[in-house]
């Protein structure tokens, strides 16, 4: 049975309706806290977006049976990038400079920023970046936070597309971002419990990742405990504890993290997160140290 009906009026209704259900699931143009209509460049990119969708799904016909959430995030995933032209980012840079910061206009523009960025596919890779995958989201998060939304009245349009620019500025910071990096980050990054085939399984090698989590089960009953029981503003639920473990501990994403904890604000969030995590290094390393002497001792 094709996905579409072979009649044209019916399969014309059948269209209209699956893009109407695709678009639901769109990552931009989403509805603003003030609940208006998108307008000017939000306009155009829903309407583009409704094109580039349609024409994908009449690609699709024959070919697909059952129209399933998969396939939905398929086809705006291929669309994203053809419809986020670098010209397009752009304008939604200047959207953003045009607004007044912690204003609920501001925050609108720049999620629809921010989202825009990572959909477009259009950042520089981590290859390409010459670094590796375990600080390419970092350096990324922080380039894009810092100069894409906090010093966004630095970009000049005239001069440059817009990803151009973050591009730039990723190259460019990328060595002062490792740099300073939270030591923390660095422990985690070789520490993480995921790798077995790292090496740190041998027995010529201290389980380090061992190490780690047992630390942090002890520093969390013991002198650092207030900061382990820290939490976000208005959030009780969502505690330093919690987000260490996910970042830290699992390494999950910043984006991953935001989604478990619902927190929009990435910014905020990982300014929470490193605010704190410098109080409690002095109690990991001790205690790492310690064991990693031991083990050594014993082997």
């Not at 399933?68 to 752009?90: F, G, M, W």
């Not at 790292?198 to 380090?208: E, H, I, V």
Request: proline share 4%; hydrophobic share 40%.
């Amino acid at each position: 049975m094709p996905l579409l009906p072979v009649d044209e009026p019916e399969r014309s209704a059948r269209l209209d309706q699956l893009v109407e259900q695709t678009l639901r699931y769109r990552k931009l143009v989403r509805r603003s806290n003030m609940d208006q209509p998108p307008s000017g460049i939000y306009l155009e990119i829903l309407e583009s977006l409704k094109a580039a969708v349609r024409k994908k799904i009449e690609d699709y016909d024959n070919t697909v049976n059952v129209w399933t959430t998969n396939i939905i995030q398929e086809v705006l995933t291929s669309c994203y990038p053809k419809v986020l032209t670098h010209a397009r980012i752009t304008q939604l840079a200047i959207a953003l400079q045009q607004q007044t910061m912690k204003t609920g206009s501001w925050g609108y523009a720049q999620r629809e920023l921010v989202v825009a960025i990572y959909a477009s596919q259009k950042l520089i890779s981590a290859q390409v970046l010459q670094v590796k995958e375990r600080f390419y989201d970092d350096i990324v998060q922080e380039i894009i936070m810092e100069w894409g939304i906090q010093r966004i009245h630095n970009f000049d349009p005239n001069r440059a597309a817009f990803m151009t620019w973050i591009n730039r500025q990723l190259q460019w910071k990328k060595s002062e971002i490792m740099g300073r990096l939270s030591s923390i980050h660095e422990i985690s990054a070789d520490f993480m419990l995921e790798g077995s085939d790292d090496g740190f399984s041998q027995a010529s090698s201290p389980p380090l990742g061992d190490f780690l989590r047992t630390c942090t089960d002890t520093c969390e009953h013991g002198e650092c405990q207030a900061v382990f029981e820290k939490h976000m503003r208005n959030r009780p639920e969502v505690t330093f504890r919690a987000m260490f473990n996910a970042r830290y501990l699992l390494g999950k994403t910043w984006r991953e993290v935001s989604l478990q904890f619902d927190v929009k604000n990435l910014a905020s969030l990982e300014h929470f997160l490193k605010r704190n995590v410098p109080k409690i290094l002095p109690c990991l390393q001790d205690c790492i140290e310690d064991k990693v002497s031991l083990w050594k001792s014993q082997h």
